[in-house]
């Protein structure tokens, strides 16, 4: 229910120290990072936790404002820790959460309070039972939007084909960042369809649920490349 951990704990945290040494200087960290981060206590402060807006997190995602170049954005979806196994060894691939934005509130909940100009760290709302407008689920549409409108060339998906629904056209990657993407910038979408990541399911590439996302990806002028239990160092076969 409430934020435990704050944002300076998240910033320690370990196995995630590759963001800073890549992206942001030393010199220039402590500074803009303490703009950055009252821009983002800012966005949710003071306001009605279930009655937030993307609007609310523009200057923060202005200030930490980074493009991933082309070729290396990876998305994901139900397969969190796969995809970031991956780009922790390819460290030039980029996950939403190896970009600053991602990365300073990956693994929070946060929200304020209408009467005050405090963090709540008491209570805040379900996204999936209480309120669809909560600081946390709006917060993560924009940057998710943001981050497929800002993709490139080939852009790939880490999918769990343990999962009858591989695809989901629910979750944030069907609902968002596939539907963000800009098919003048982006020409190919390539699935990685992972087994064994410990559901029943077995979903390769031919399934129906992987069809569904091939027939979406090209309604949209783009490219669909599918590969089942890919390894780094092998090719992608087209489908
Ligand atoms: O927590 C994150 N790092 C996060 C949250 C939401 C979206 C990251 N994303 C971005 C990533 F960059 C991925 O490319 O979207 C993609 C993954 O989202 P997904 O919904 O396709 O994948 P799931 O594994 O179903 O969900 C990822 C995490 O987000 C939470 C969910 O509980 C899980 O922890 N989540 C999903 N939808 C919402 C929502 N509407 C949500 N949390 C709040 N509101």
């Known amino acids: 229910m409430a934020t435990s951990q704050s944002l300076s704990q998240a910033a320690g945290a370990p196995g995630r120290k590759r963001f800073f040494s890549t992206f942001c200087p030393p010199q220039v960290l402590d500074k803009d990072c303490q703009k950055i981060q009252e821009a983002f206590i800012k966005s949710f402060t003071s306001k009605d936790p279930c009655n937030v807006t993307e609007q609310d997190y523009q200057l923060f995602i202005e200030l930490t404002n980074e493009i991933v170049p082309c070729d290396k954005t990876v998305f994901w979806s139900k397969t969190k820790e796969l995809a970031h196994q991956y780009t922790e060894i390819q460290q030039e691939m980029f996950t939403l959460e190896n970009t600053l934005l991602g990365y300073i509130v990956d693994g929070l909940r946060w929200c304020g309070d209408a009467g005050s100009s405090e963090i709540n760290y008491k209570s805040c709302p379900d996204w999936r039972e209480e309120c669809f407008n909560n600081s946390v689920s709006v917060f993560w549409n924009a940057v998710s939007k943001r981050f497929a409108e800002d993709a490139c060339g080939v852009v790939h998906v880490v999918l769990n084909g343990s999962l009858i629904k591989a695809f989901d056209e629910k979750s944030t990657f069907g609902r968002v960042e596939i539907r963000n993407l800009h098919p003048q910038k982006v020409h190919t979408l390539q699935a990685w369809v992972m ?44 489908k």
């Open 195 to 238: 087994h064994s990541i410990g559901g029943i399911a077995s979903i390769s590439c031919s399934s129906s649920s992987i069809f569904n996302l091939k027939t979406i990806i090209n309604e949209r002028n783009i490219t669909f490349t599918c590969q089942d239990n890919y390894r780094r160092g092998t090719c992608m076969g087209a």
